[in-house]
């Protein structure tokens, strides 16, 4: 957008969205000068036009030796040349990118990936296992409003840095539990086959109350670490990206925020990644020199902790540079001057705004300027929505595809990590070259978000694709053919004393799997080949057995074939990718909507809102939802524990009507806040107005 002066007719900038490029300035820009060598009104900018690009850099200023010290990149009163290069708005992303990518990693990576590991390692149910994911967003939410509405006027890189120290923190405790407790024991001293009712009977009168609920104190553990994580994590998205947009142009933000939360969902798909081929060493590694389990055993847990202790060393890392920038870029006062105002017109004057926040009684008023702002309203309504859908499906989406299409957990954290990458980064860094290179305002970005959302509203069918949950006697056919299901324990293993504490399914010659030897009435011990043999369950089931010594089934699941899940990825990336196109253009509609001096307690706000309504519950919601299709739950000394086995359809129709239903409401919230949204009445003179074919701020003909 640019203007033609009436007085000159030259080109002169109208904006600070001609700025191509902001440099970074040198000790030079910084001393003290008399005069400028330009005059009139060219003096405006210091730069050239080349091929008919205006390249800007601030003019030299007169700065006090204080001021000059507040934006010199140092560690106290060294501040060498050298670190001047570095204090530039890409250097700056740069770090924070690196900082988005650990906290990605360890947040919605590496502790998705460990869930059914916790779960198993721990005793949880799912409905408690994602409470550990809302933790972080309780904590992310309600610390959010305070740090933000006083993050505004303070040093916000060392506040950013400060958070990875919290981050670091958080990652150790998060490892703590794996050092607290013994050796893992998955049963191997337990009798998988037929046990005499006399055994069987002691075996249940030793439990205890502290036996049983040992194990599942540790979650607290983790909830303490998820809090740390918290407050880290929202620091960094909060007073980060204002940090960003403090120091780049309006046309440039969705840009540079689009790469940070880029690398946010890059660090999720290396922890998808990394965490699954880690989850194939076995728990206690450094210890055991061997295991008669392997990874596809459904007791097998592997080494969730090692990420975390790895985390928790890299955010030390990441914290050193970040700690040497000033209070603000170079930059930042050059934005500030230049930029051109996009506020919502509610007749609110810009200086009782800006009189806010000097102390915290200020706090209720400047809330409730925000929910007077309909744009910003909705957008936090809608990322409320968002947030439910995507945080339940990032917690237990290595879960769903390891059941759906009877995955090991490790390979199934390794795929979710390869759709992730290439979804989630891609579709955030798409959403800001969109808004940058299409010139997009506040009106344009809200219609992208609607025509996006929409389209991942119909991929999202794609929960249906899913493989036939395998015949298990007691389960899904009764022990004998034709006979109705009627539970686990049937007539041809009733004196066998079976429990479900442990899972070790075995398969017949018939193709059909019982949930272990005991199961199915196996009275043999297991031979060096894996099978068990005087099955009486088999042979009840395939009448064509003459001797009980001829019935015998194999350790391990039957196998079936189904190339389902190769047709499930590809369009679960797409409905990925088209999910968070919305994120940069969401972000910078916040930012534009509402007043400068407001912007960072704004992103608190909506953090508030969408993580409290939102993510917190969404965790909850889905393993609530996931534990209501069990089939089979692991018990030990009469109370449950994890669950086994899941019912398949079940899965899929909840999945489907839950991220519908959210995908709806959240596609409303955004035509709502494009409908009152009001841009201020002072447009500047001249406008040119740009409407290729594929333009969003004008008519929706241009789309």
């Excluded at 409905?127 to 610390?143: N, P």
């Excluded at 000033?326 to 800006?354: C, F, I, M, S």
């Excluded at 990458?421 to 800001?432: D, E, M, R, S």
Aim: hydrophobic share 40%; proline share 5%.
């Amino acid at each position: 957008m640019a203007l033609n002066s009436p007085h000159t007719g030259k080109r002169t900038p109208s904006s600070v969205d001609d700025v191509e490029e902001l440099l970074p300035l040198t000790e030079s820009d910084f001393e003290v000068m008399s005069e400028t060598e330009s005059s009139g009104k060219d003096a405006i900018v210091n730069g050239d036009i080349r091929n008919g690009k205006m390249s800007v850099k601030p003019l030299p200023m007169k700065m006090d030796e204080e001021s000059t010290k507040d934006i010199k990149c140092g560690y106290g009163p060294y501040s060498p040349n050298c670190m001047q290069k570095f204090n530039n708005p890409k250097a700056l992303l740069f770090f924070l990118s690196c900082f988005c990518m650990l906290q990605g990693f360890v947040v919605n990576g590496i502790n998705n990936v460990n869930t059914t590991s916790v779960e198993r390692r721990f005793e949880l149910p799912s409905s408690r296992v994602g409470s550990i994911s809302s933790a972080y967003d309780i904590s992310a939410g309600i610390l959010g409003v305070i740090i933000s509405y006083f993050g505004s006027g303070k040093n916000k890189p060392r506040m950013v840095a400060s958070a990875c120290l919290f981050m670091s923190l958080g990652s150790f405790i998060m490892a703590l539990p794996h050092f607290i407790t013994g050796l893992y024991e998955y049963g191997q001293n337990v009798a998988e086959s037929c046990r005499d009712p006399a055994t069987a009977a002691l075996s249940e009168n030793s439990c205890s109350a502290d036996a049983e609920n040992y194990l599942q104190h540790f979650l607290y553990v983790f909830l303490l670490g998820q809090v740390m994580h918290g407050v880290g994590g929202t620091t960094l998205y909060i007073v980060g990206v204002a940090l960003v947009d403090d120091s780049v142009p309006s046309s440039a933000s969705p840009l540079y925020v689009g790469i940070m939360y880029s690398f946010s969902t890059l660090g999720p798909a290396l922890g998808y990644v990394i965490g699954g081929q880690l989850l194939n060493l076995y728990v206690d590694f450094y210890e055991v020199e061997s295991v008669s389990i392997t990874p596809n055993d459904p007791r097998w847990v592997g080494a969730w902790w090692v990420g975390f202790v790895v985390a928790s060393l890299l955010f030390l890392v990441v914290s050193i540079p970040l700690f040497g920038y000033g209070k603000e870029l170079p930059t930042a006062q050059h934005v500030r001057e230049t930029r051109v105002t996009e506020t919502h017109n509610d007749n609110t004057t810009g200086k009782a705004v800006k009189e806010l926040g000097a102390s915290i009684k200020d706090m209720p008023r400047s809330f409730w300027i925000l929910m007077k702002n309909p744009a910003f309203l909705f957008i936090s309504l809608a990322g409320t929505f968002e947030g439910f859908s995507t945080s339940g499906m990032a917690t237990f989406l290595p879960k769903l595809i390891q059941n759906q299409f009877g995955t090991s957990a490790a390979w199934a954290a390794i795929l979710s990590g390869l759709i992730a990458v290439p979804g989630a980064a891609g579709g955030q860094f798409v959403g800001g070259i969109i808004c940058k290179k299409m010139k997009l305002k506040v009106k344009g970005m809200l219609r992208l978000n609607v025509i996006v959302c929409i389209i991942a509203l119909l991929l999202d069918a794609v929960v249906w694709v899913r493989c036939d949950l395998e015949d298990i006697a007691g389960v899904t056919v009764g022990y004998n053919q034709g006979e109705d299901v009627d539970g686990l324990i049937s007539a041809c293993n009733n004196n066998c004393s079976c429990s479900t504490a442990l899972y070790e399914p075995v398969c017949s010659e018939h193709n059909v799997q019982y949930f272990s030897p005991c199961h199915a009435g196996c009275s043999g011990k297991a031979r060096d080949d894996g099978t068990y043999s005087n099955c009486s369950c088999v042979a009840a089931f395939n009448h064509s057995v003459s001797h009980l010594s001829q019935s015998t089934v194999r350790k391990g699941k039957c196998n079936s074939e189904c190339f389902k899940m190769y047709i499930f990825l590809p369009i679960l990336l797409l409905s990925i990718f088209f999910r968070f196109i919305e994120s940069p253009p969401s972000v910078a509609v916040t930012l534009r909507c509402i007043h400068d001096s407001q912007r960072t307690f704004a992103l608190g706000i909506q953090w508030f809102i969408a993580r409290l309504l939102g993510m917190v519950p969404g965790p909850i919601f889905f393993g609530a939802i996931i534990d209501g299709t069990c089939l089979v739950w692991q018990e030990k000394c009469k109370e449950r524990a994890s669950c086994w086995i899941y019912d398949n359809e079940a899965l899929s129709r909840n999945f489907f009507v839950i991220l519908v239903c959210v995908k709806t409401l959240a596609a409303i919230m955004f035509i709502l806040a494009y409908k009152f949204y009001n841009p201020p009445a002072d447009k500047l003179p001249n406008e040119i107005t740009w409407c290729p074919s594929l333009n969003l701020n004008t008519f929706p003909i241009c789309l």
